[in-house]
């Protein structure tokens, strides 16, 4: 369909052979034509590289391979934006696959210049049927375990948001407001977005759109991701101004308040000491209500220990990180 404008897909990709080829062949397989895929690779060590040529070979006008040779998300994604030829460009997830119509709702609304960035819904899905991996897919949609992103908690109306996971971008958004900052290892999209909304760009939550994100499969690599995350969002600091929001904070103030909980051991007053355990009840409260409510939803009472953990993963883990990323700024 000649009449449709192109749509340049940039794939980061880094050891990503157990999703890379549903990712690409969700978009190859929508209801939008005019598309081009660009991969960068990260000098991954799977198969990654492997399953995308076999699928440049079957689709050879639809895909392209690219290098990364320094590894990173935000330069993977800069080298697509400077190969692009599309009129809009997606930066989309080698761990994810996409909705039939996920681009060309997104398009549609850019289109009727109804904003500057369409994204849609992202779905978390379990790579597994475990416990402990349904467990942490849920954390990782709940409000209470990620916040008030509206993206991730399954928003049922078109409106306005700070930020949406794979956005469709119009090009010449790039070229006023600048690329990545590749110093930000993580969380590189929030800097960016700060600055893209500064500039008075829209952005738009497209609900009829949907991705599907596999989460992480075991509390070790839950850790490691958040904590990685946590770093990113106050070490970030170090090389540009006003890279998060306040919210991104909750996280760290949490974990050094359980720190706190240490001078509970002094001899203090008692009711001070009741006073000051009452957030740590709270928030053991909430976990359990909602951790029981998931279960429930499942109707696997076994469930609820499972995510109970998972939140409580997620949210050290992410305070962890913060820390350490405000102490490494200081050297």
Request: aromatic letters at 12%; charged letters at 20%.
């Amino acid at each position: 369909m000649p009449d449709l404008p192109l749509v340049s897909i940039i794939i980061p990709t880094f050891n990503e052979e157990k999703t890379i080829e549903k990712t690409i062949i969700s978009f190859i397989e929508s209801d939008y034509s005019n598309i081009e895929i660009l991969v960068i690779d990260g000098m991954s060590t799977d198969r990654t590289r492997e399953i995308v040529e076999r699928l440049k070979e079957k689709y050879p006008n639809k895909i392209k391979l690219l290098e990364n040779s320094k590894k990173y998300t935000p330069s993977g994604i800069n080298i697509g934006i400077k190969n692009a030829n599309g009129k809009y460009i997606m930066l989309a997830s080698g761990h994810a696959s996409y909705s039939k119509n996920y681009i060309s709702a997104c398009v549609q609304a850019l289109e009727n210049n109804e904003c500057d960035v369409a994204g849609g819904v992202m779905e978390v899905l379990p790579r597994n049927n475990s416990l402990k991996t349904v467990a942490i897919s849920e954390v990782l949609k709940h409000s209470f375990g990620i916040g008030g992103a509206k993206y991730r908690t399954n928003t049922q109306k078109k409106e306005y948001v700070d930020t949406v996971a794979y956005g469709v971008y119009r090009k010449e958004i790039f070229e006023k407001v600048g690329l990545f900052k590749e110093e930000l290892i993580r969380n590189q999209d929030i800097e960016f977005n700060i600055r893209l909304r500064n500039a008075g760009y829209r952005i738009l939550l497209i609900p009829e759109a949907r991705a599907y994100y596999y989460a992480r499969d075991t509390y070790t690599k839950l850790w490691q991701n958040n904590c990685a995350n946590g770093f990113w969002v106050t070490h970030s600091s170090k090389f540009v101004k006003r890279a998060y929001r306040p919210r991104h904070l909750v996280p760290m103030f949490f974990v050094l308040y359980l720190i706190s909980l240490l001078l509970l051991f002094l001899p203090i007053n008692r009711l001070l000491k009741f006073l000051y355990t009452l957030p740590a009840l709270l928030y053991l409260a909430l976990s359990i209500y909602f951790s029981s409510k998931i279960a429930i939803k499942h109707k696997m009472i076994a469930l609820a220990f499972y995510t109970f953990l998972a939140f409580l993963v997620l949210h050290i883990s992410y305070g962890i990180g913060s820390i350490v990323g405000i102490f490494k700024n200081r050297r």
